[in-house]
């Protein structure tokens, strides 16, 4: 089973990962290939990628996912074809579509789970500005306009990203499981990740299924649709 792990920025992607490798020491975990891995730690992240490097992205993506082995038990990959979000906001919904169609070729041979962490834009926001403040002024700018700008940006496509998101959970044909993860908390987060983690890889539902119930803010569901 491939267990796709995605959401926004600071959704809790990376703190679920971590749960992960330390709980479970013999699923494989991979992280998430992304502009920074492709350009190097100064770039200046996502709101600033350009088209050829969603493309080398994508392409990486693809490769990944491509050499996993059919009867693997599990595996877990961060963002995956939710990258889609990242290259329909560079290029549009129809520039894309072969980049989806070779997602879906890839995912093919497996069963594949995609967990969702749905976290607001402002509380994405909230948590990510200092980290963006920090990226601005390892790259040497200081100027106070050009900051002013360039967090506009980064504010910009957080907020943008966000239905995007939202679209593209809906439309992947596979089975899904969305978590909510507007807490201040991250103990509450992973004791919400961990139960419904637990409980995917305990039963390894087969679909058609579908259950969801609110449980103490807790959203979750095992859906095909």
């Known amino acids: 089973m491939l267990i796709t792990i995605s959401g926004p920025q600071s959704s809790g992607k990376t703190t679920a990962l971590k749960f992960v490798r330390k709980t479970y020491p013999t699923i494989p975990v991979i992280s998430e290939t992304d502009v920074r891995t492709i350009a190097g730690e100064n770039h200046l992240g996502g709101a600033f990628v350009t088209k050829h490097e969603q493309e080398l992205i994508l392409q990486k993506d693809i490769e990944i996912i491509s050499s996993f082995d059919r009867d693997i038990s599990y595996v877990v990959f961060e ?23 070779q997602f879906i070729s890839a995912h093919s041979k497996l069963k594949t789970t995609v967990f969702f962490i749905d976290t607001l834009p402002e509380i994405s926001w909230k948590r990510r500005k200092k980290i963006y403040r920090e990226r601005i002024s390892k790259a040497g700018i200081i100027n106070p306009s050009e900051v002013k700008k360039m967090m506009k940006t980064y504010r910009t496509t957080i907020f943008s990203r966000y239905p995007l998101w939202k679209k593209w959970i ?3 044909p596979f089975q899904k499981i969305i978590i909510e993860n507007n807490h201040n908390s991250e103990k509450k987060f992973l004791e919400d990740f961990k139960k419904v983690f637990e409980k995917l890889i305990s039963s390894r539902p087969s679909p058609p299924l579908r259950q969801l119930a609110d449980r103490g803010g807790l959203r979750w569901g095992l859906t095909l649709e």
């Not at 290259?87 to 579509?97: R, T």
């Open 79 to 101: 963002c995956g074809i939710m990258h889609m979000i990242y290259a329909e906001e560079q290029f549009g919904e129809k520039e894309i579509q072969n980049y989806y169609d």
């Open 170 to 172: 809906r439309k992947l």
